[in-house]
């Protein structure tokens, strides 16, 4: 029977490229030795407890109910979602392989996964699967409310059906911690806070408006701002200066992306281009969905004249600038700043 699970590659998807670029799931677990031939949680916790003496007996218990699924449950097969934390997506894969230790490799515990879409974007599903996408376990199985057909359906139209498929009458049952689903942890409030802000801002500034929310920005850090107008832009969106009345030497031509499919090794290029033609000294590629691994390769090895801003960084400028942007940018995005203690601190 085939499952639906979570597999994330890093806390603040520092794994995430690779995994999709290489076809593998990358849960991390560095530290941890060849789990190969060990067939059981308790087993697991074994080898565990012997690499982390210092965390407690119900972190230990935790991380070998993870890794026990990732090792012995998780099925040929079985579908699998990266909810990305660097783009706005998540990407969908069938699981192809075991379990494999590669001791030579810098994450050592993988397994091969083909992926079926690299980038479906979030507005794409109901808010209950949103939320669970939003689960703070490394890997866990979702399968309330019809989860992995509304999954596969979103896959074949692009559209989840809904919660219930038409059923009435749903009843589940709490998951005990060491057999956990995404329903039954803590949510990551700050990412999934993180994600209804980046729809809001897909929706408020779709298309070339974009442009309009990433000018303001750089005017409020201290840039002269041109956008250029809708249409073929020929590689650049904005032209952006620093200096008295924009004539100093610091000048950027801005590239902005603000669909779901990653930027390619083509768009880099163009840019790079722009920033020859116009004279600028930098070139800065913002993009929502991120980049292909080729672009992103590209971009690393032109580390003195392109740089990108995927979604933490532009979310970086946003909170950092939201004060002084214009009451009609602010009313677009309404957004309230609070403070809450951190999860594990006793109130």
């Avoid at 515990?109 to 599903?125: C, G, Q």
């Avoid at 939320?131 to 019809?146: D, P, Q, W, Y």
């Avoid at 949510?187 to 729809?199: F, S, Y």
């Amino acid at each position: 029977m085939t499952r639906l699970w979570i597999v994330r590659a890093g806390r603040h998807g520092e794994r995430e490229l690779e995994a999709i670029t290489q076809g593998r799931l990358l849960p991390g677990f560095g530290e941890v030795a060849d789990l190969t031939g060990l067939k059981d949680r308790e087993a697991i916790l074994r080898v565990l407890a012997a690499t982390y003496p210092t965390e407690g007996a119900n972190t230990l218990r935790n991380f070998a109910a993870q890794m026990n699924q990732f090792v012995n449950t998780i099925g040929v097969g079985d579908l699998v979602v990266l909810p990305r934390k660097v783009t706005s997506g998540v990407a969908i894969g069938r699981v192809t392989g075991p379990y494999r230790h590669d001791p030579a490799a810098p994450i050592a515990h993988t397994r091969a996964v083909e992926w079926l879409n690299e980038a479906v974007p979030r507005e794409a599903f109901a808010q209950d699967l949103r939320h669970s996408f939003g689960a703070f376990l490394t890997i866990c199985e979702v399968k309330r409310n019809e989860a992995l057909a509304r999954v596969e359906a979103v896959l074949k139209t692009g559209k989840d059906p809904g919660p219930l498929l038409g059923k009435q009458g749903v009843v589940t049952v709490k998951a005990p911690v060491e057999d956990a689903e995404a329903e039954d942890v803590e949510l990551d409030v700050e990412d999934i806070a993180r994600q209804q802000i980046i729809a809001l801002i897909k929706s408020a500034f779709a298309g070339h408006d974009l442009a309009y929310l990433v000018a303001e920005i750089l005017r409020i850090e201290g840039y002269v701002t041109k956008v250029s107008p809708p249409g073929p832009d020929g590689g650049v969106d904005i032209l952006a200066a620093g200096g008295r009345l924009g004539l100093g030497e610091d000048r950027i031509c801005v590239q902005v992306k603000s669909g779901d499919a990653p930027a390619n090794q083509e768009v880099v290029l163009k840019l790079m281009g722009s920033v020859q033609a116009a004279k600028a000294r930098t070139g800065l590629l913002v993009s929502i969905a991120g980049v292909n691994g080729p672009a992103q390769k590209l971009i690393d090895s032109e580390f003195f004249s392109v740089r990108l801003w995927q979604m933490p960084e532009l979310l970086t400028a946003l909170f950092a600038s939201y004060g002084q942007l214009s009451d009609e940018t602010r009313a677009k995005i309404p957004l309230k700043q609070i403070w809450a203690p951190v999860a594990g601190v006793d109130a």
